[in-house]
Nanobody
Framework: QVQLLESGGGLVQAGGSLRLSCAAS????????MGWFRQAPGKEREFVAG????????YYADSVKGRFTISRDNAKNTMYLQMNSLKPEATAGYYC???????????????????WGQGTQVTVSS
């Protein structure tokens, strides 16, 4: 089992920044590809960003490219999402995910993702 705990959400004005963290406990963090997803009210959960085991390959949804940065610190068992130039449409619950398959994280397979966090709310005011 892997337990994931998100933090860092909050209320921010449009154009502002937030940094989300996802702390992992349980099995070896570095054995899992990681990702961030978000779900707005009335909408399906969507992929935001993904990162491979070592952290040297990253993937982003087109809607966040150039503004969001995903990273991980395997020594601290923590993943991050730096969000800059936030827009009101970024308002959503943000969830971290872990899977032994990067393909599952970035949506190249339909296999259910192994582990999810409880989520942290991000609200961007206009």
């Amino acid at each position: 089992q892997v337990q994931l705990l998100e933090s860092g959400g909050g209320l921010v004005q449009a154009g502002g920044s937030l940094r989300l963290s996802c702390a992992a406990s349980g099995r070896t963090f570095s054995s899992y590809a990681m990702g961030w997803f978000r779900q707005a009210p009335g909408k399906e959960r969507e992929f935001v960003a993904g990162i491979n085991l070592s952290g040297d390959s990253t993937y982003y949804a087109d809607s966040v490219k150039g503004r969001f940065t995903i990273s991980r610190d395997n020594a601290k068992n923590t993943m991050y999402l730096q969000m800059n130039s936030l827009k009101p449409e970024a308002t959503a619950g943000y969830y971290c995910a872990a899977d032994q398959s990067l393909h599952a994280i970035v949506g190249l397979t339909s296999t259910p993702i192994d582990f999810w966090g409880q989520g942290t709310q991000v609200t961007v005011s206009s």
